[in-house]
């Protein structure tokens, strides 16, 4: 089989063409110029974009429509069944021309097998659960029993994350001026996941970064599998905040010792599009995620 993601995954291209999964990838348009999510192929593009950002440009998005799925698809599934896992449906409507491009490919491919999931998942979450069902696939898994796991599971795959520059928020109206400046100058961090459903909810609010990662792994220890004993795949991105990142990283080895290792991945050019610079998540397996900002 053939198991298919979106650019969105915000891991590094050669990370997964090296396990044999095939991209569909998104842009963004900056002064009329449309530019891809690169997921790394150009080192160059990602500086590039956030060079766009410090110039006070805010970079437009759009769904991939249903012939680009059609000819993405069609491509894969006239070589084998195709598991396509799409970008959720919190942050884009995108899947559902997923979903009417599948259908489209039954009708003519028969005898294929062709499964569309909606993951419910963002950035390296988003990741996180295509390589799972790659690592299902690997281990000689049917397309069958790896689309259920996907459809039982992905509602497991946490997105903590937090905001260090409110700037953005403010600058693609996000934000009120007067609220992102007094959070920039109370320096203030909002705190912030996704519920059941791939929506961002921001729940909390603490000022200062050591205050935010204490709350973050705080979460983690609540929610994450075996809670403290997790010994999942634990990623981070960030969007052009590495330090910040890395301070993430050293807390949570510190605090899950059974963690063999932290990623760290850059978030990509269409998730920073909306979120902008200064923004760290940790992504893990846990518990359901919940559809209300109920943590306190």
């Known amino acids: 089989m053939i198991i298919s993601c979106e650019s969105t995954v915000d891991e590094p291209y050669s990370r ?6 095939p991209v569909l990838f998104y842009s963004y348009t900056v002064d009329g110029k449309t530019y891809p999510d690169d997921m790394g192929r150009d080192p160059e593009l990602l500086p590039q974009f956030y060079g766009f950002l410090d110039q006070g440009k805010i970079p437009s998005t759009s769904q991939i429509n249903m ?7 069609k491509e ?12 959720g449906t919190g942050m884009t409507a995108s899947v559902n021309n997923a979903f009417l491009a599948a259908d489209q ?7 294929r097998k062709i499964i569309v999931i909606d993951s419910t998942c963002s950035s390296s979450g988003y990741g996180m659960l295509v390589d799972y069902a790659a690592d299902m696939r690997d281990e000689g ?28 928020y403010r600058k693609s109206g996000r934000m009120s001026g007067p609220v992102a400046m007094l959070g920039a100058v109370l320096n203030i961090c909002p705190i912030m996941r996704l519920n059941d459903k791939g929506q961002i909810i921001a729940y909390d609010k603490v000022r200062g ?24 795949k634990c990623y981070i991105c960030h969007s052009n905040c590495i330090d910040e990142a890395n301070l993430l990283k ?24 909306h979120c902008g610079p200064g923004t760290v998540a940790v992504f893990f397996l ?11």
């Not at 997964?16 to 999964?21: A, E, G, K, L, P």
């Not at 846990?286 to 306190?296: I, L, N």
């Open 16 to 21: 997964v063409s090296n396990r044999n999964i």
């Open 67 to 73: 012939a680009q799925y059609y000819d993405f698809l």
């Open 76 to 87: 894969l599934v006239e070589k084998d069944d195709v598991l396509h896992i799409a970008f």
């Open 105 to 111: 490919l039954r009708e003519e491919y028969p005898n």
């Open 141 to 168: 898994k049917s397309i069958e029993e790896i689309a259920d796991w996907v459809e039982a599971h992905k509602k497991n795959i946490h997105h903590q994350f937090y905001s260090t520059d409110l700037k953005f």
């Open 209 to 232: 970064k050591k205050r935010a990662i204490a709350r973050t792994v705080d979460q983690m220890k609540k929610h994450a599998m075996d809670g403290e004993n997790y010994s999942g």
């Open 250 to 273: 050293a807390s949570l080895k510190a605090n899950f010792p059974n963690i063999r290792d932290v990623e760290i991945f850059d978030i990509g050019t269409i998730i920073a599009s």
């Open 286 to 296: 846990g518990d359901e995620r919940e559809p209300y900002p109920v943590e306190k």
